[in-house]
């Protein structure tokens, strides 16, 4: 099962897109990618999610190389409010067979004025 | 929001004593999941569990005990709470779609202080 490395940090101003990228260098091709992010105190929150191609929604985009062993999570209006720390995730086995998410450390994306 | 709950919000309690934490979902989801979360470690899975009465160990399961008598409730037990357990602690429940997908949704979480 894939790991996922990001940096740990990231600034960005109000207003402009916000790029976060992560490396999954050994993801199989069966794998989706997962982008959750979590603001200070609050349960992480459920961003998008893809497999190879680009995927869209209301909170962001998704951008996959076409290899698939990396990504590009894109907010393209960034606000105050984007400030957290963003995952990006791919699914581990578990012993029973079972497989689930694993949470690395993440970007912790600063938003400023 | 996907609608869970989880109860207390949180608690301070003495290094022996029991603890029980408890989630509730109100979207009749098959899997839920105990995380906790300290600083310089991220969310780490405790146990989950992918039915009524079916359960499993996660990365870090010692010291805690889980049950599971009805799909909306999952409970988290420190049978013996002690200062290392100190931490915040979030429910997820998740609906999975195929082997390989899977979207887990939150809950608010709970602070727990053991003395």
């Known amino acids: 099962d894939a790991k996922t490395t990001q940096p740990p940090s990231m600034d960005c101003a109000e207003g402009r897109a916000a790029n976060l990228p992560c490396n999954h260098s050994t993801i199989s091709g069966n794998e989706y990618v997962y982008w959750y992010r979590q603001i200070h105190s609050q349960g992480p929150q459920y961003i998008i999610h893809g497999l190879k191609n680009n995927e869209t929604n209301e909170m962001a985009s998704l951008i996959i190389t076409e290899d698939r062993k990396s990504s590009t999570l894109i907010l393209p209006h960034a606000t105050l409010r984007d400030t957290a720390v963003y995952y990006c995730i791919v699914r581990v086995a578990m012993n029973s067979g079972y497989s689930t998410l694993t949470f690395g450390k993440g970007t912790m994306l600063l938003v400023s004025p | 929001d996907a609608g869970i709950t989880q109860s207390p919000r949180h608690k301070v309690t003495e290094t022996g004593t029991p603890v029980t934490l408890r989630c509730h979902q109100t979207e009749n989801h098959r899997y839920m999941y105990w995380y906790r979360q300290d600083p310089g470690h991220g969310l780490r899975l405790i146990h989950y569990?992918?039915?009524?009465?079916?359960?499993d160990k996660g990365e870090v399961s010692d010291g805690y005990s889980v049950s599971r008598s009805k799909t909306e409730d999952f409970l988290l037990t420190l049978e013996s709470a002690t200062s290392s357990q100190t931490s915040v602690y979030f429910c997820?429940?998740?609906?999975?779609?195929?082997?390989?997908?899977?979207?887990?949704?939150f809950g608010p979480g709970t602070r727990l202080l053991v003395l």
């Open positions: 997820a429940i998740s609906e999975s779609t195929g082997l390989t997908q899977e979207t887990q949704y």
């Open positions: 569990s992918y039915g009524v009465k079916d359960t």
